[in-house]
């Protein structure tokens, strides 16, 4: 059975910076597009980046300039690193991996951005 691992989260100040890391777990083959989305509470989930096989990249508007996305196929590794984080900034992130016949998300992991 095939699973999106999302380990990291976790509270940071504003300004700050955090790094979310989301595996593959299982046997999964020919990944198409790995992702991010948030959903913070009242507002719908919405998405913040996506990485292509061939790295061709898509930002949310919110976080262009501040967060950048990465993917290492070796691995099935898929990683946000969060710069210059603000309040606003602060949901539930989501991981998501797709391939040509199937769509897995991440249970979720929380991102508090707080002094």
């Known amino acids: 059975q095939v699973q999106a691992v999302e380990p990291g989260g976790g509270l940071v100040q504003p300004g700050g910076s955090l790094r979310l890391p989301c595996a593959a777990s299982g046997s999964i083959f020919n990944i198409a597009i790995m992702g991010w989305y948030r959903q913070a509470p009242g507002k719908q989930r919405e998405l913040v980046a996506i990485?292509?096989?061939?790295?061709?990249?898509t930002y949310a508007d919110s976080v262009k300039g501040r967060f950048t996305i990465s993917r290492d196929d070796a691995k099935n590794t898929v990683y946000l690193q969060m710069n210059s984080l603000k309040p606003e900034d602060a949901a539930v992130y989501y991981c998501?991996?797709?391939?040509?016949?199937?769509?897995?998300w991440g249970q979720g992991t929380q991102v508090t951005v707080s002094s």
């Open positions: 990485i292509t096989r061939g790295g061709i990249t």
């Open positions: 998501n991996i797709r391939t040509v016949t199937s769509d897995y």
